[in-house]
């Protein structure tokens, strides 16, 4: 059990039945009445984001999340299929669990898949990844105009925005988490 007042980001807790993960906290203590913890907390399960506030004394069970590195193998209509690289285990999760966190995510690649009472809830991708542009319109010789931006594709079909010195066929990494353009990688 975890008490409110023991509240940090990150911490993540069972409030009404499903997992929930503290973003941000600020204990208040008024001139008058009773001191209270306020929060924005998001549901693991469906992303919805609440703001609540906690007496300090409340407590409520620590949510324990699990989170196991698994290769992801291939997508099937629906379903996106993963293997435990160490019992090759496979499992199949649904597109809606999924969302969009793989977007930038090859084939055979390993991501953390996340589960809460044995049901897969989520997927973290690997911060940082390299792909290869497949389409974008060429680049110029001095085309280096500053923070200057063009839309390329990258090679698991995602769209990002890139400087307009990139050309088709490079290898640059992304950000997952923002799909933000960090640089070239030197082959």
Not at 8 to 30: A, C, I
Not at 76 to 105: W, Y
Not at 125 to 154: M, R
């Amino acid at each position: 059990m975890i008490s409110a007042g023991e509240f940090r980001n990150g911490v993540t807790m069972e409030f009404e039945g499903d997992p929930y993960v503290v973003l941000e906290f600020q204990h208040v203590k008024p001139g008058k009445g009773a001191a209270f913890v306020r929060t924005k907390i998001k549901n693991l399960k469906t992303g919805a984001v609440l703001e609540k506030t906690f007496r300090p004394t409340e407590k409520m069970p620590r949510a324990h999340i699990d989170r196991q590195d698994m290769q992801y193998l291939y997508s099937d209509g629906d379903l996106f299929h993963f293997m435990n690289a160490e019992t090759f285990d496979q499992i199949a999760v649904n597109s809606a669990d999924v969302g969009d966190s793989l977007k930038f995510v090859k084939e055979n690649e390993v991501v953390k898949i996340l589960a809460y009472d044995g049901q897969v809830f989520g997927i973290e991708p690997p911060l940082f990844v390299e792909l290869e542009i497949t389409d974008t319109e060429p680049g110029f010789a001095g085309n280096t105009a500053q923070g200057a931006t063009k839309p390329a594709t990258v090679e698991t079909g995602a769209q990002i925005q890139v400087p307009l010195f990139i050309n088709q066929g490079e290898i640059i990494k992304i950000d997952t988490r923002t799909g933000e353009y960090l640089g070239r990688v030197n082959g």
